[in-house]
């Protein structure tokens, strides 16, 4: 039964035809292996099997479903190892292993997946530690872990030691064993003729020929060659007439016998009733490399284990927008398949909020500097004096607001966006939407972590801050809160935005902070907007975050906040949260 079929696939990348028309079916518990060189869209193949592409043409059904519609129920059963995916530099690999154990219903036991793929004395250390065989290693236990029936590995061998590689190759044939199907990517010919049981050899994005490994080296080659020394002079005929041998050449007292099947037995067996014996009997037998080499055509960089370059310039495919996968997360769309584990969503923040500790530079500044401020204003003396450009109240009470939104726009601008460009780098939003999770979660988790930390900073200044110093707390509560959850949905919409738009974590950081300084500008961090020249004052307010803590001001002053900076943050979130949805890539 076929478990993987492909009928006449095709995908181009704008001018680049990456599969041309390929074609084939994996059985239930077999080993297949696409071969071929760099560039021939063996990785594009395998990547329209998982549903991570989609196709321009043909069909491709997965376990009788189709990858493209039916993804999330796929994602379950399929187990996927991706070239060149990372995960954050600082997470330990026990902890990466029970978090995408997470991700499914019937996990595999972590520690026993570490323990298999030699990764024990590792498991407490950090990702970036390890090194290029043990990161392969991770990347094998993580497609692994959900017990797919599938698993689909690109590359697999690449970058280990010989040790290793036999290491790995075991587990695959243990793999088998135990009933999983595997569709093996590899460039390698050796991987392939030691563990598929059938190969595709594809080149240029066509299929050139499917077979076993064995028959496929002789269909190229001619079969196999037996050579001995005769004991007497024969008739040659005598061998020319079995049906294993395809043709025989006599050189000096060699004889050299090509054809195919059981041929050294057949020959021998011949020679026999003629009363002639074989001697120093030589048998060589076709090697999958010869029949690449003759089928193929001879590219230089087949034996050089490199891989294919990583294409350059952005990937403008529409199914890396997360738009489009956002759709296909509808109910309408899961319609078959069991929701992804809750547990995973706690998983998820668990993590991030660990490796926001482990790198504290966003913590710092979007935690620790406004509260630093907050003490320093409440300590220096006069700033708690009602003042009359502040319409009685005091410096620090009007200064209250304008540390909530510098919290609000380090968090959103700096340390929500880094993160999810650093992921989209690494290819860790990538790997997880191959597994039932889907990676909007990983998004969701980042924006939960940041909410809840500037919820806290928010309480400790207004409270804190307000009794502390014996101000007031807003006195109009119910417009104080509208005026910072709209102000909140605003920053966090254009933090979005610089995440959909920035192709690296550096990106990121540049354009959140050139967009930093400006906005705390007009918030009044350096000076308060009451004390700025009318004009500035009405740019100022014409600004998501300026906006923001005018209307925070109004309501600790007293008043409801007015219309315009209301009209203005739902205008900015408006904006921004289309760009966002729209432009936003998992690659
Ligand atoms: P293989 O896995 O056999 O090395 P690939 O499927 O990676 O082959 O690539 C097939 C062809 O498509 C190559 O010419 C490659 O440069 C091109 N290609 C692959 N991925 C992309 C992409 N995301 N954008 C543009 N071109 C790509």
Sequence with gaps: MAVVEVVHLRKSYGPTRAVDDISFDVSDGEIFGLLGPNGAGKTTTVESVVGLRVPDAGAIRVLGLDPTADGPA???????????????????????????????????????????LGLAVKSESYFRELSGGQKQRLSIALALIGRPKIAVLDELTTGLDPQARKEVWGLIERLRQDGVTILLVTHDMDEAEHLCDRVALIDAGRVVAIDSPA????????????????????????????????SVEHNAEW??????????????????????????????????????????????????????????????DREHRAFQEWRSWSPRRRAGAAAPPRAAFRRLLGTEWRLAVRNPAALVWGFGLPLLLLILFASLPGTTKPDKSFNGLSFF?????????????????????????????LGVLRRMRTTPVPPSWLLGAQLVLNLALLAVVA??????????????????????????????????????????????????????????YPMMFFAGVWVPQQVMPS??????????????????????????????????????TAAFSWFAVRMFRWE
């Design 459 to 516: 309480l400790l200044v207004i409270v804190g801050g307000g009794l502390s110093s014996g101000a007031h707390l807003p006195r109009q509560v119910p417009g104080f809160l509208l005026a910072f959850v709209l102000g909140t949905v605003t920053m966090f919409a254009i933090g979005l935005w610089v995440a959909s738009i920035a192709r690296t974590q550096r990106a990121a950081g540049a354009i959140g902070g050139a967009l930093l």
């Design 535 to 572: 004009w500035l004052r009405d740019v100022s307010q014409l600004t998501g975050l300026g906006a923001a803590v005018d209307a925070m001001q109004n309501s600790i002053e007293g008043h409801f906040p007015s219309a315009l900076p209301l009209v203005v943050m739902v205008v900015w």
């Design 255 to 316: 004889v050299t016998v090509s054809g195919e099947g059981d041929l050294v037995n057949a020959v021998i067996l011949a020679l026999a009733p003629a009363g002639v014996a074989a001697h120093d009997v030589v048998m060589s037998s076709a090697a999958l490399e010869d029949a690449f080499l003759a089928l193929v055509g001879n590219h230089d960089e087949l034996t050089d284990g490199t891989v294919a370059p990583a294409p350059t310039g952005p990937v403008r």
């Design 397 to 425: 009470q009007i200064y209250l607001p304008v540390l909530v939104a510098l919290s609000l726009a380090l968090l959103s601008l700096v340390a929500l966006p880094m993160p999810l460009a650093s992921y989209r780098e």
């Design 215 to 246: 028959r496929l080296a002789e269909r190229a080659t001619g079969g196999k060659q037996v050579r001995f020394r005769p004991s007497a002079p024969f008739d040659t005929t005598v061998l020319t007439q079995l049906p294993e041998v395809r």
């Design 74 to 116: 796929l994602r379950d059963r399929v187990g996927v190892q991706l070239q060149e995916s990372a995960l954050p530099a600082k997470l330990r690999v026990g902890e990466a292993l029970s978090l995408y154990a997470s991700f499914y219903r019937t996990p595999d036991d972590p520690d026993r997946l570490i323990n298999v």
